[in-house]
């Protein structure tokens, strides 16, 4: 199983929004409604931030919003702020009954 | 609360097995799957299996297949990770998570695990 598709590092001004792609194929991300995005910063656990594409835990900011087309996931981020910066992972559920991650995009917010 | 508490950080040689617990708390253990993550210095996540308390049904990540073996103990809702013939590429932090609709919604702290002669 091959990891999920995503950009090494993306990066927005304060106040824009920005878009990180997940692309995986018609057995994972093309398959079920379930990806997953995480956030993490350095030194620290992930943070769930979406599950079945588009849905946000509580006390998740409604500037992370999610969607999805045939085998590719998106995360976008809008009002970025300085909070934002950190790095980012798409997770989906796999026919195999398990898991694949994406291999994780850097956000810079200069 | 919903709490993983990990246990601590470990040194192997290579060949060495590991064993990493997680102890939870503030949920129905056996209601949920978990699920092993690691991620290596620099690198990104990497899901290794998970399992399902209730049944000890597990699933594993075929690039760890007969090197990882899931196990929990439902009298001290406590998830095991056990990882054989240790290598220096599994020198990474080891984190165990719960299962929320095919999503980790909470997390361990990590542990870290390094592999050095």
């Known amino acids: 199983q091959s990891a999920l598709t995503q950009p090494a590092s993306v990066s927005g001004s304060p106040g824009q929004s920005i878009t990180i792609s997940c692309t995986g194929t018609?057995?994972?991300?093309?398959?079920?409604?379930?990806v997953s995005w995480y956030q993490q910063y350095p030194g620290k656990a992930p943070k769930l931030i979406l599950s079945y594409v588009s849905d946000r835990p509580s006390g998740v900011s409604n500037r992370f919003s999610g969607s999805k087309s045939g085998n590719t996931a998106s995360l976008t981020i809008s009002g970025l702020q300085a909070e934002d910066e950190a790095d980012y992972y798409c997770?989906?559920?796999?026919?195999?009954?398990?898991?694949?991650f994406g291999g994780g995009t850097r956000l810079t917010v200069l | 609360q919903v709490q993983l508490v990990q246990s601590g950080a470990e040194v192997k040689e290579p060949g060495a097995s590991v064993k990493v617990s997680c102890k939870t708390s503030?949920?129905?253990?056996?209601?949920?799957?978990l699920h092993w993550v690691r991620q290596a210095p620099g690198q990104g996540l990497e899901w290794l299996g998970r399992?399902?308390?209730?049944?000890?049904?597990?699933r594993y990540s075929q690039k760890f297949q007969g090197r990882v073996t899931i196990t929990t103990d439902t009298s001290i809702t406590t998830l095991y990770m056990e990882l054989g013939r240790l290598r220096s590429d599994d020198t990474a932090i080891y984190y165990c998570?719960?299962?929320?609709?095919?999503?980790?919604?909470?997390w361990g702290q990590g542990a870290l695990v390094t592999v050095s002669s």
């Open positions: 018609s057995s994972d991300v093309g398959a079920y409604n379930y």
């Open positions: 399992i399902d308390p209730k049944t000890g049904d597990t």
């Open positions: 998570a719960r299962d929320a609709k095919m999503s980790a919604d909470f």
């Open positions: 503030g949920f129905t253990f056996t209601g949920y799957y």
């Open positions: 997770n989906s559920y796999v026919t195999s009954g398990t898991w694949v």
